[in-house]
C-alpha cells in the first residue's frame, strides 16, 4: 500500500462533497499537470490518501481511499489526461494546517512542504503515520 495526498479547493471540490458521494465515491478529474498525472498512474485501488483544503483553510482535513485505478478522466477528449476513483473514508477529528506540518522537522521534506503547488503527490509511510497522529487519529 502507497500512501498520497490529494488538494481541492473547498469552493471546487470540498470533503463535504466528497463525504456524500459515499462508497460510490468520485472520479478525481481536472488534474493537468503531468507529475499529478503520473502519480495516479502509480496508484493502486486500496491505496489511501489524505483530503487537503487549500486556498484559505490549508489543511489536512480527512482520509480518502483510491478505488478505481487511473483510467480517461470524463471531463476531456484529450487522451493525455488520467484520473482515479477515491471515497471518503473518515474525516480527521482535528484537521492538520500546512503551517503545522512545516513546523515539525520530521516532515520538512514532505513533498507538501517542498512543493506545495502539486495537486497529487506521494506520501511516505512515516509521514502518514505523523500527520495522522497530528490530527487524532
Known amino acids: 500500500m502507497r500512501y498520497w495526498l490529494f488538494k481541492s479547493e473547498p469552493s471546487t471540490w470540498s470533503w463535504d462533497q466528497q463525504v456524500a458521494k459515499g462508497d460510490a465515491g468520485e472520479e478525481w478529474d481536472g488534474v493537468r499537470n503531468y507529475q499529478a498525472r ?16 487549500s486556498q484559505s483553510e490549508k489543511a489536512v482535513v480527512g482520509i480518502v481511499e483510491v478505488i478505481a485505478e487511473a483510467h480517461p478522466d470524463s471531463t476531456t ?12 473514508v473518515e474525516p480527521l477529528p482535528t484537521p492538520v494546517t500546512l503551517d503545522q506540518i512545516k513546523a515539525r522537522e520530521e516532515l520538512a521534506e514532505m513533498v507538501l512542504v517542498k512543493n506545495s503547488r502539486l495537486s497529487v503527490q506521494p506520501v511516505t509511510e512515516a509521514e502518514w503515520r505523523i500527520v495522522r497522529a497530528m490530527g487524532g487519529l
Open 77 to 88: 477528449d484529450d487522451d493525455r489526461w488520467e484520473c482515479v476513483d477515491i471515497k471518503a
Open 38 to 53: 503520473n502519480f495516479m498512474r502509480e496508484m493502486e485501488v486500496g491505496d489511501l490518501g489524505f483530503f487537503y483544503h
